[in-house]
């Protein structure tokens, strides 16, 4: 094994942990019963999405200083998981909006930023895949990182004057019992873990698809696309 | 600076000569917008007691794509006679140019509404209102800095017709929301209009700052 292939064992393994613990350790919730189960990763993967985009932000604006390969490539892996983890959070919380709010969707301010959030980073992903390859695609792309990144909070401030129906942020408010709140800490650091690994997994196919690492072990090089890839 | 202001001018001077010279665009885009209205009376079923429910939302529809079109075409003429390349050979700065051609592509979108916003009210029964025409300015402004900096950068990029209403659309959203609620407001329905002009007056401003600083690297070879 090498160390992406371990890397990414541990993150799997971390995750079964916090499957377990979400569904042996946590409470069962006194109102919404075992739908509420969906609450840990449902948030964990919205905070971990959040973490890709700030990371494809960050890339984007680094690229467009001083033209960094390497901020592009880290843009690029960290859309492409960020858009994993929003697909997981919107996902995941239709499943849970039909047996609670009796529907799969509301035009709510935050699963329409989200939403917004998806449609602009698949846009990202696009303008990679559309652009010549090169300079002008890594140009373009980061544009459209650093427009989308502001395009969130403007949507979900512009819509918070609408009614909103979307849970409040019970972490902050401390409304969680010990257990419960354990549960969402373990989860959420066990999310961001994975997150990580596969960007740094996704970084490495960007290295070798760009052709930037001249000498490659060939163990290394056959093992890397083999990896958990992410679908586009 | 003043020279900045000068070649912005001069360039929407000339794409404005252009556009009067051969009267492509805003005939085309006159009967989008009016077409638009036709179809969307069939697709809702319009009488009398909805039409000004529904008014709104039409409005939006045509604009947005209207928008969509007029974008799109503003840097056509430059990418087919390849005189982009010519242009920013030149001194003056890109964000100027940019600044010219947006201005340009945005009076043309003006005089676009300058139809729609009349066809509306003859065929759904709306009063158009002041507090309407400004809402549709104002989100003008915004909507056409977005537009214009996605289509200078979908200009050199192949499938430009498919990018540039999947890069602008969502980037457009923050527009739609606060205008449809100040026009909603304007046509009737019960809103705080002066929140929603407020909101867009400040993503006006966000935007086309945000736009200025990014045209340099959209439109530098």
């Keep these: 094994m090498n160390k992406y292939e371990k890397a990414a064992a541990a993150a799997v393994a971390l995750m079964l942990l916090a499957a377990g613990a979400i569904f042996l350790y946590a409470p069962t919730d006194a109102l919404q019963h075992e739908v509420q189960r969906i609450f840990y990763l449902h948030v964990s993967s919205a905070i971990a999405a959040y973490g890709c985009f700030t990371v494809v932000l960050l890339g984007s604006a680094i690229y467009l200083r001083n033209g960094s390969l390497a901020a592009d490539r880290l843009a690029r892996a960290g859309a492409l998981v960020g858009l994993v983890f929003t697909t997981v959070t919107l996902v995941m919380g239709m499943l849970w909006a039909k047996p609670i709010w009796n529907t799969f969707w509301a035009w709510d301010a935050r699963l329409t930023s989200t939403l917004v959030l998806w449609i602009i980073y698949a846009g990202y992903l696009l303008v990679r895949r559309l652009a010549e390859p090169g300079r002008q695609a890594a140009r373009f792309a980061a544009v459209v990182g650093i427009f989308g990144f502001v395009d969130v909070p403007v949507v979900h401030f512009s819509v918070t004057w609408w009614r909103t129906q979307h849970p409040g942020p019970v972490i902050v408010r401390d409304a969680l019992p010990p257990e419960m709140l354990a549960t969402f800490l373990f989860t959420m650091a066990c999310t961001v873990v994975l997150a990580a690994v596969m960007i740094a997994i996704r970084y490495r196919i960007e290295t070798l698809a760009d052709g930037a690492v001249t000498e490659v072990p060939e163990r290394t090089a056959a093992a890397a696309p083999r990896e958990p890839e992410p679908s586009r | ?221």
């Excluded at chain 2, 556009?19 to 179809?39: K, S």
């Excluded at chain 2, 050979?89 to 003006?110: E, Q």
């Excluded at chain 2, 009063?127 to 400004?134: G, K």
């Design chain 2, 1 to 221: 600076m003043t020279n900045s202001i000068a070649v912005a001018l001069a360039v929407a001077r000339k794409d404005l000569t252009a556009e009067w010279r051969t009267r492509e665009l805003v005939p085309a885009l006159a009967q989008f917008v009016v077409l638009a209205l036709v179809i969307a009376n069939f697709g809702f079923q319009i009488d009398s007691r909805n039409a000004s429910s529904i008014a709104p939302g039409v409005l939006w529809l045509a604009l947005v794509f209207a928008g969509l079109v007029a974008f799109g075409r503003a840097f056509a003429a430059e990418r087919e006679q390849a005189s982009l390349e010519a242009m920013l050979m030149t001194p003056a700065s890109p964000v100027a140019i940019f600044a010219g051609k947006a201005l340009a592509a945005t009076l043309l979108l003006v005089l676009c509404e300058a139809v729609l916003l009349p066809a509306l009210a003859l065929f759904f029964g709306t009063t158009i209102s002041p507090a309407v025409v400004l809402a549709v300015l104002l989100a003008t402004i915004g909507m056409a800095a977005l537009g214009c900096l996605f289509a200078a950068m979908v200009a050199r990029v192949r499938a430009r017709e498919l990018l540039l209403p999947l890069l602008t659309l969502p980037l457009w959203i923050p527009f739609i929301i606060a205008g449809g609620q100040a026009v909603q407001v304007a046509m009737g329905a019960s809103g705080n209009y002066d929140q929603a002009v407020a909101l867009l007056i400040d993503f006006d401003i966000l935007f086309v700052v945000l736009t200025s600083l990014a045209a340099r690297f959209v439109l530098d070879e």
